[in-house]
Every structure is written in structure tokens, then in C-alpha cells.
């Protein structure tokens, strides 16, 4: 089993659309989380930190459940500028960042 | 500008042959990172570094060194380069740790032939 799993996708929606995206993860001493965000062979580039308490920036929401070790990714009202692979990472207290394979969202006009 | 960079963008190399990949930062960051991305794939940590002159292994070293003489520059080394280490690879620095967000350089696309 990998450390960290993400949807394996393709998510194809709407413009508007509402899509959510999870990742889970195997090492419970796991520290911190981020959702990071690739475009077509350039580098990843943060979207959010994850936040125990959950956190919001503009139409993205990102929580974590640390019972289940998943953290979850929410896009409300989805642009067509959205489309990219989102990239789930856990950091243990050790200093080692561990990557998910990515989900790929594409939105259609 | 502040930033990380890498060199060279592309190379298409002969087996056998050595090579290094360069990464500079100037935002005077304390970690720096080397992953590898295959096609379709998540990135994998091949070295990292907390410090100046301190190094690990990551998940997938074997083939690959790396230095780290000062805060700025972190050389990737494949020593005897072989066609599965055809991929992209990404340097990345943070500010203390991996516990912060990483920055990330262009990429550098290596094939092995």
C-alpha cells in the first residue's frame, strides 16, 4: 500500500461544478498536510495548507480527519483555469514529504 | 528575482555517462529537495537537505549523490546514468523544513538513452 493515495481520476466536469478530491494516508505520526497544484509538465506550486480546523480560501475548502487519515479537497463554482492535476503531500516530523500520485481535473465549458 | 533555478531544461544523455543537475536558490532557505516525476506519477524524494552540509536519502537514492557546501546550491549527481533514470526532475527548497511550503524550480527533463 502506498503512504499516501489520492482518486486516481480523471475528474471531468462542468464549469461551476462543485468536485471534491480525498487522500489518504498510512503513517498516523504524520504532521503536516498540503494540496499542491501542477499544470502540464511545470512545477507543483502550492494551493493551501490543511488545517486541523479545516480552512477556506475564496471557492477552495481543504479539511482533515486525522481519525481516518484523509484529508479532502473541495472546489465550489469550478473555471475552466482550474483544470490541472492536484497533488495530495504528508509531511512526517521527520522532514520527509511524501507526494500522492496526483488527481487530474479537467472543467469543460 | 527570488527564486530557485535549475540547468540546464533538458538534456538527452548516453548511458553510461555521468551528469550533474544544478539547483540555486536565493531566498536563503534551509532545506532543499531532489524528486524525481515519471509520466502519470506523483513526485519521489531521491535526497533532501536540512542544512548547509547535512544530507539524506530519500526514497529512491540508489544511483544518485548530492552536496551541500552552502546554503545556495544543491548538485544532483547520477554518477552512471541508465535509461530508468529517464524523467523529470524537480529541485525544491523551504524555509527550515519540509513542515513548510516548498518551492519548487522549472524542472529539468532528462533522457537516458
Known amino acids: 500500500r502506498k503512504e499516501v493515495e489520492q482518486d486516481p481520476g480523471p475528474f471531468n466536469v462542468p464549469e461551476g461544478a462543485t468536485v471534491a478530491f480525498n487522500c489518504t494516508y498510512s503513517?498516523?505520526?504524520?504532521?503536516?498536510f498540503f494540496w499542491y497544484r501542477q499544470d502540464c509538465r511545470k512545477e507543483p506550486k502550492l494551493l493551501m495548507s490543511?488545517?486541523?480546523s479545516g480552512n477556506e480560501d475564496g471557492r477552495f475548502t481543504a479539511q482533515l480527519n486525522r481519525a481516518s487519515q484523509y484529508i479532502s479537497l473541495l472546489i465550489r463554482d469550478s473555471k475552466l483555469s482550474d483544470s490541472a492535476t492536484y497533488l495530495c503531500?504528508?509531511?512526517?516530523?521527520?522532514?520527509?514529504?511524501?507526494f500522492g500520485d496526483g488527481t487530474t481535473l479537467t472543467v469543460k465549458p | 528575482i527570488a527564486g530557485i533555478t535549475q540547468a540546464p531544461t533538458s538534456q538527452i544523455l548516453a548511458a553510461g555517462r555521468r551528469m550533474t543537475l544544478r539547483c540555486t536558490q536565493d531566498?536563503?532557505?534551509?532545506?532543499m529537495y531532489w524528486y524525481r516525476q515519471d509520466l502519470g506519477l506523483g513526485l519521489r524524494l531521491i535526497h533532501y537537505?536540512?542544512?548547509?552540509?547535512?544530507?539524506g536519502k530519500g526514497e529512491v537514492p540508489d544511483g544518485y549523490s548530492v552536496s551541500r557546501a552552502n546554503t545556495d546550491d544543491f548538485p544532483l549527481t547520477l554518477a552512471s546514468a541508465v535509461p530508468s533514470q529517464t524523467s523529470v526532475y524537480f529541485c525544491?527548497?523551504?524555509?527550515?523544513?519540509?513542515?513548510?511550503?516548498?518551492?519548487f524550480g522549472p524542472g529539468t527533463r532528462l533522457t537516458v538513452l
Open positions: 525544491a527548497s523551504s524555509l527550515s523544513g519540509a513542515e513548510d511550503t516548498q518551492y
Open positions: 503513517n498516523s505520526a504524520s504532521q503536516s
Open positions: 490543511v488545517y486541523s
Open positions: 503531500v504528508v509531511n512526517t516530523n521527520a522532514g520527509k514529504s511524501t
Open positions: 531566498m536563503r532557505h534551509n532545506a
Open positions: 537537505s536540512n542544512t548547509a552540509g547535512t544530507t
